[in-house]
């Protein structure tokens, strides 16, 4: 087991329970851990939630803390992932001025060659959406900040383990 930072992807399994976000970040916040990216959202499993947080920390580290978020009383199952075993993705949405859209040729090769979707357009400002890597991201980002954005969000990773995932058999089990 490797006492080298690397990045993970923790998948966090929980009730649905006010102050546990606080309390899981609260175990980062005492090791010194930065969390990269934050993500709930519905799981799979009816009313259960999932966490998705993204830190950069050995496994030796990584091990403890997954003991330590599991110790919490609303946590299900809690599980870390290395990059190549699963997909991921994020989101970013890009507001910019709508003259840029008519007046700048190489906008429109920018839009085109990233894959950026348009997902509305108006007289003061249109908006784009970028879906795919955090590194896609960026650079979309780093080449549309030449003509000014006026505003910029980027989601918190999404992932899918790329082995099927032991919580939802054991927690069809439990259930029965």
């Known amino acids: 087991m490797s006492t080298e930072k690397e990045l993970f992807t923790v998948s966090v399994y929980t009730e649905n329970?006010?102050?546990?976000?606080?309390?899981?970040?609260?175990?980062f916040q005492r090791r010194h851990i930065n969390i990269e990216s934050l993500n709930t959202s519905?799981?799979?499993?009816?009313?259960?939630?999932?966490?998705?947080?993204v830190v950069y920390v050995s496994e030796v580290n990584m091990k403890k803390i997954i003991g330590q978020i599991e110790k919490q009383v609303e946590v299900i199952k809690a599980y870390y992932h290395k990059d190549e075993d699963t997909i991921y993705q994020v989101s970013g949405l890009f507001k910019i001025k709508s003259d840029l859209l008519f007046e700048e040729r190489q906008i429109q090769n920018?839009?085109?060659?990233?894959?950026?979707?348009?997902?509305?357009?108006?007289?003061?400002?249109?908006?784009?959406?970028k879906t795919?890597?955090?590194?896609e991201v960026e650079l979309l980002y780093r080449e549309l900040s030449?003509?000014?954005?006026?505003?910029?969000?980027?989601?918190?990773?999404?992932?899918?383990?790329?082995?099927?995932?032991?919580?939802s058999t054991m927690l069809a089990a439990f259930s029965n």
Do not use: C, H, W, Y
């Not at 030449?146 to 919580?167: A, L, P």
């Open 132 to 135: 795919g890597k955090k590194e």
């Open 42 to 53: 519905p799981s799979e499993i009816k009313g259960v939630s999932r966490f998705t947080i």
């Open 17 to 27: 329970n006010i102050g546990l976000l606080n309390r899981i970040s609260a175990i």
């Open 146 to 167: 030449v003509f000014g954005i006026m505003q910029f969000t980027r989601s918190g990773r999404i992932s899918v383990t790329k082995d099927e995932m032991k919580i």
């Open 110 to 129: 920018i839009i085109k060659e990233s894959g950026a979707r348009i997902v509305t357009v108006n007289k003061e400002f249109f908006v784009l959406e």
